[in-house]
Antibody, heavy 126, light 107 residues
């Protein structure tokens, strides 16, 4: 079974650092990108960025560039999302998702996210 | 623009048909994917590409696209279809923004 299992809930103080994880199993981890998605309380989904675990190439949404770092350790099939200095506004549920791309016909016009991790709730409060 | 716009909420009578739309310039070049999210749960893929359903998704879910608009249709809505639905698409910068989300209520 293909699945992504995320690390547990975190409670942190403003200014602290944090790294959360997403472990893939049941498939070749280096064959698919991993994306991270934020959902603030009561709000919609926001794509943060993605990583290609085969070479650690990343690209970020302009909204998150410089605020978080996405990385991966292919030897243990795990992707990470990290903050160097948390803010209260980082309080949210964070999901990882396997990203697939269909480039048939010579152009990559179809992307989708499947499966998703169960989510990691990050609470930042003094 | 890479924004994807959805109606905030729609309602449908049990057993009837509802269409959820997603508008954005990127949809002229790239296909949308659609996600169902129930309260307290992770999103689940329901439609991707031209009109592809992952295994396990009922065939009452279908997708279509025209111009700058992608649509998700639920034909014969069931009580368990009550959820938030989000579209997503690549944009020309290689980003993957989500739509604003639509809350579907089954009456």
């Amino acid at each position: 079974e293909v699945q992504l299992v995320q690390s547990g809930a975190e409670v942190k103080k403003p200014g602290e650092s944090l790294r959360i994880s997403c472990k893939g199993s049941g498939y070749s981890f280096t064959s698919y990108w991993i994306s991270w998605v934020r959902q603030m309380p009561g709000k919609g989904l926001e794509w943060m960025g993605r990583i290609d675990p085969s070479d650690s190439y990343t690209n970020y949404s302009p909204s998150f560039q410089g605020h978080v770092t996405i990385s991966a350790d292919k030897s243990i099939s795990t992707a990470y999302l990290q903050w160097s200095s948390l803010k209260a506004s980082d309080t949210a549920m964070y999901y990882c998702a396997r990203q697939r791309v269909d480039c048939s016909g010579g152009s990559c016009r179809i992307d989708w996210f499947d499966p998703w991790g169960q989510g990691t709730l990050v609470t930042v409060s003094s | 623009s890479s924004e994807l716009t959805q109606d905030p909420a729609v309602s449908v009578a049990l057993g009837q048909t509802v269409r959820i739309t997603c508008q954005g310039d990127s949809l002229r070049s790239y296909y949308a994917s659609w996600y169902q999210q129930k309260p307290g749960q992770a999103p689940v893929l329901v439609i991707y590409g031209k009109n592809n359903r992952p295994s396990g998704i009922p065939d009452r879910f279908s997708g279509s696209s025209s111009g700058n608009t992608a649509s998700l249709t639920i034909t014969g809505a069931q009580a368990e279809d009550e959820a938030d639905y989000y579209c997503n698409s690549r944009d020309s910068s290689g980003n993957h923004p989500f739509g604003t989300g639509t809350k579907v209520t089954v009456l």
